[in-house]
């Protein structure tokens, strides 16, 4: 079993500080690989090395014993499981450091098979990573080897089978990953959610800024209620928000690869337009709209509304926006509006008469989505991620 040397750092500088000592742990080969005293680490123990070799309980290091490398004081061996991972050692005179030593060993024994579970939890889980990656990667082919479908089995991943993939995306990414309290706070909710899929027997990978989720093939019904119950978790236990973007329900399932991608665009449009969830299957015009060049949606800006709108481009929006979410009903735009609709009448002419276009007519409708869809893209997704990081 191997023991981390920054977990074996973190765990004697703990100790130090609780016995007010230098402590220092050697590796199953006698080779000091942490301590409170930085110049030995590195160096060769020779006591440890006779505790380990000749299988020692414990051995005091006396005055006469001592050399460039091995200084007075008690060293005892670390038995994890049945084996001699190592040794720990705490400097000092006799009467000062030997009451501190059966102590000092249960505490580090205890500390060394935490942080080894740990390592353990943490290359498992870098192996499942890179098993689901080289998954996506050979989904696009249609066909695996027997070989890599046995490797899928043993880690609880069936490849023959087809699964639905949701992506999701926590709004506040750019603003929490800018400092560290705020990456830590990501940490725990990478984690709740990891749990939570583990728990829920959905497959996980964490590829950031967004959380890849492959779930057996099933319903939208379903897909929605999986995700509805991840944003629910991460805003009652941390209050902050989680988007998703759902794969088509159309698919094979097998194609993973695509239904990566497909779940990305759902997500992102979801994070754009500040929904909680969307799924690729009603993506129309956002399908391309990433393709298309800031400049380019900017130039189309400029030419229906004018090189100076300033800032009455925002109102103009909010009234588009309106139009289209009540299908051009008056009435209905006027009440969410809170104004009278004859004011809403002459915002409209007047919405014309900047543009040269009605909005009114069908021939003109899609004009104005598609300068809603650019402007949402330049400017609300640019609002979403820099003003939350001021």
């Known amino acids: 079993m191997y023991i981390s040397k920054i977990a074996a750092q973190a765990i004697v500088e703990e100790i130090g500080e609780e016995i ?12 000091i690989i942490a301590s409170t005293n930085s110049a030995r680490i590195g160096q060769t123990h020779e006591g440890a090395r006779r505790i380990i070799t000749e299988g020692l309980p414990e051995l005091y290091i006396t005055g006469d014993m001592e050399n460039e490398t091995t200084r007075r004081g008690i060293n005892l ?4 499981r ?3 991972v190592g040794v720990v050692g705490i400097t000092g005179e006799k009467e000062r450091v030997v009451g501190y030593g059966k102590i000092v060993r249960r505490m580090t024994e205890i500390m060394v098979t935490d942080s080894i579970q740990k390592d353990k939890k943490r290359y498992d889980q870098r192996v499942r990573y890179r098993f689901i990656q080289e998954w996506i ?6 066909s695996y080897s027997r070989n890599f479908i046995d490797r899928g089995n043993q880690r609880g991943s069936d490849s023959t089978k087809a699964y639905r993939v949701r992506v999701l995306y926590f709004r506040d990414y750019q603003e929490l990953s800018d400092t560290l309290e705020g990456q830590k706070l990501l ?22 800024p967004r959380q890849i989720c492959l779930l057996p093939k099933c319903s939208d019904a379903q897909m929605e209620k999986t995700a509805e119950k991840f944003i629910g978790m991460i805003d009652k ?8 973007g759902f ?47 800031e400049a380019t949606m900017t130039e189309y800006l400029e030419k229906l509304f004018g090189r100076d709108f300033g800032d009455k481009l925002g109102d103009h929006m909010n009234l588009i926006e309106h139009y289209f979410a009540y299908e051009g009903s008056v009435g209905k735009m006027a009440e969410a509006l809170y104004m009278h609709k004859n004011t809403l009448q002459y915002k409209l002419k007047k919405l ?25 893209k330049l400017y609300m997704e640019r609002i979403h991620f820099h003003d939350t990081a001021e």
């Open 352 to 376: 014309s008469a900047i543009t040269g276009k009605d909005i009114r007519q069908p021939s003109n409708g899609a004009i104005y989505y598609m300068a809603l869809a650019f402007y949402q």
């Open 77 to 80: 061996p670390l038995i994890v």
């Open 187 to 208: 940490e725990e909710m990478e984690a709740t959610i990891r749990h939570e899929t583990d728990r829920s027997r959905i497959l996980y990978l964490r590829v950031p």
């Open 237 to 244: 236990k941390y209050g902050r928000s989680v988007t998703a």
């Open 247 to 293: 794969d088509s329900a159309s698919g094979s399932g097998m194609d993973i690869a695509r239904g990566v991608a497909e779940a990305v665009r759902a997500a992102s449009h979801a994070l754009t337009w500040k929904e909680n969830f969307y799924y690729y299957d009603d993506l129309n015009i956002e399908l391309f709209i990433n393709e298309i060049s």
């Open 137 to 142: 990667e050979k989904s696009a082919a249609g």
């Open 82 to 84: 049945g084996e001699i």
């Open 20 to 31: 007010h000592e230098h402590v220092n742990m050697m590796d199953a080969e006698g080779v």
